[in-house]
T-cell receptor, first 114, second 114 residues
Framework: AQSVTQLDSQVPVFEEAPVELRCNYS??????LFWYVQYPNQGLQLLLK??????LVKSINGFEAEFNKSQTSFHLRKPSVHISDTAEYFC????????????FGKGTLLTVNP | NAGVTQTPKFQVLKTGQSMTLQCAQD?????MSWYRQDPGMGLRLIHY???????DQGEVPNGYNVSRSTTEDFPLRLLSAAPSQTSVYFC?????????????FGQGTRLTVV
């Protein structure tokens, strides 16, 4: 069965500092990977996704993630965070097949302090 | 642009009561699903549906029922509420034709069972 591990439950950083949120997945087949963001008291929104092709994927607000097949990782990075990036971030995977079922990690709470 | 609409946003139930959480989407998505979100646990799949008349169990189905009589609606029924069902519930929808399509989430229903 597919599993997704987010290695840090909380990551506090100062504004304008770089950040990396770590995600590892387990799968013996090809996998599609996603990062979702949840702002306080809201639903989840897709931040970025890896399907195939270039291993580096980027979002419109400066986040990027790199698919590393040998390390089974999909870490999320941003070179300079803002207060508004404070949110919970979820890594998710879908190993395909006949049903679309996302497996989520337990989430990482990113807190950006002034 | 309604997207995925969940009602109610908040609900308090007494142990043993039953209720239905409503979910509707206006994007003609085939795939709909229900997740529960608990602190430190991420999102866990309760039930899902790949189209009208077709439902299946996810990771944590016990105590919940679903039906899918139309493409638009996917209600979640709690048969006899228990304190362990205190959680935030999210409904999501997506196209089913490809595994890489984005899942759209509702704003969530915060349920407390006392």
């Amino acid at each position: 069965a597919q599993s997704v591990t987010q290695l840090d439950s909380q990551v506090p950083v100062f504004e304008e500092a770089p950040v990396e949120l770590r995600c590892n997945y387990s799968s013996s087949v090809s996998v599609y990977l996603f990062w979702y963001v949840q702002y306080p008291n809201q639903g989840l929104q897709l931040l970025l996704k890896y399907l195939s092709g270039s291993t580096l994927v980027k979002s419109i607000n400066g986040f990027e993630a790199e698919f590393n097949k040998s390390q089974t990782s999909f870490h999320l990075r941003k070179p300079s965070v803002h207060i508004s990036d404070t949110a919970e971030y979820f890594c998710a995977a879908n190993s395909g097949g006949s049903n679309y079922k996302l497996t989520f990690g337990k989430g990482t709470l990113l807190t950006v302090n002034p | 642009n309604a997207g995925v609409t969940q009602t109610p946003k908040f609900q308090v139930l007494k142990t043993g009561q039953s209720m239905t959480l409503q979910c509707a989407q206006d994007m003609n998505h085939e795939y709909m699903s229900w997740y529960r979100q608990d602190p430190g646990m991420g999102l866990r799949l309760i039930h899902y549906s790949v189209g009208a008349g077709i439902t299946d169990q996810g990771e944590v189905p016990n105590g919940y029922n679903v039906s899918r009589s139309t493409t638009e609606d996917f209600p979640l029924r709690l048969l006899s509420a228990a304190p362990s069902q205190t959680s935030v519930y999210f409904c999501a929808s997506s196209y089913h034709r490809r595994e890489d399509t984005e899942a759209f989430f509702g704003q969530g229903t915060r349920l407390t069972v006392v």
